[in-house]
């Protein structure tokens, strides 16, 4: 099982970026699939997760409005698409799964709750 995160980067504050997650080994198709990001001295944060039965998803209020959680059976690959990002939004981000999980209905998640994670991308939002 793997996981792949990229489309990190350095944008400017306002920007946008479309983060990916490739998936080997596993389907996104069963459990939930999360989104976490990490900063410098912070705690794990889990900013959105989705269903995989039905796509449902749900954010952290950090995101609520500003990030998209979307998929691509084919590709079995997860995306994240940042708009209106800002300063605070700096971090690593990464995917993981939990693909036996129940629903996951509301963020922030609790990392102990997904067995499998990426290795993260960087994502910096700076002039």
């Known amino acids: 099982v793997q996981l792949v995160e990229s489309g990190g980067g350095l944008v400017q504050p306002g920007g946008s970026l479309r983060l990916s997650c490739a998936g080997s080994g596993l389907t996104f198709e069963y459990g939930n699939i999360g989104w976490f990001r990490q900063s410098p001295g912070q705690e794990r944060e889990g900013i959105g997760c989705?269903?995989?039965?039905?796509?449902?998803?749900a954010y952290a209020d950090s995101v609520k409005g500003r990030f998209t959680i979307s998929r691509d059976n084919i590709k079995n690959t997860v995306y994240l698409q940042m708009n209106s990002l800002k300063p605070e939004d700096t971090a690593v981000y990464s995917c993981?799964?939990?693909?036996?999980?129940?629903?996951?209905?509301?963020?922030?998640?609790?990392?102990?709750?997904?067995?499998?994670w990426g290795q993260g991308t960087q994502v910096t939002v700076s002039l």
């Open positions: 993981a799964t939990d693909p036996v999980g129940g629903e996951c209905t509301q963020a922030p998640m609790r990392p102990l709750d997904f067995d499998y």
């Open positions: 989705m269903n995989a039965h039905d796509g449902s998803t």
